[in-house]
């Protein structure tokens, strides 16, 4: 009770950076970078709802598939909504 609501939210961020030599774990040799932004809320004690976006970006223009499933893309976009419930 009186609980102010900024202790419920938590803002997630993180990045990431994978250089493939040789292309030897995706098959392109590339650098490849990851950008996630995210708000956590707990609206009870025991549950939580997360709302990410996450972008993957490479150095190579085709490393991720585009339309019809053609590798011709450079990046990658992800939206994801999880929930959660601890016991």
């Known amino acids: ?3 102010a609501v900024w202790h419920r939210l938590t ?3 993180r990045v990431g950076w ?3 030599q040789g ?3 995706t098959g392109l040799d590339q650098t490849l970078y990851e950008a996630t932004v995210g708000l956590e809320v707990k ?3 025991f549950a939580w709802v997360r709302l990410e976006y996450r ?3 490479s150095s190579e223009t085709n490393a991720f598939l585009g339309r019809l499933g053609q590798q011709n893309r450079g990046h ?3 939206l994801a909504l999880a929930i959660g419930v601890g016991f």
């Open 23 to 25: 292309g030897v774990n």
């Open 43 to 45: 609206p009870v004690a």
């Open 76 to 78: 990658q976009d992800t």
């Open 55 to 57: 972008a993957d970006i």
């Open 18 to 20: 994978f250089r493939d």
């Open 11 to 13: 803002l997630l961020a």
């Open 1 to 3: 009770e009186g609980e």
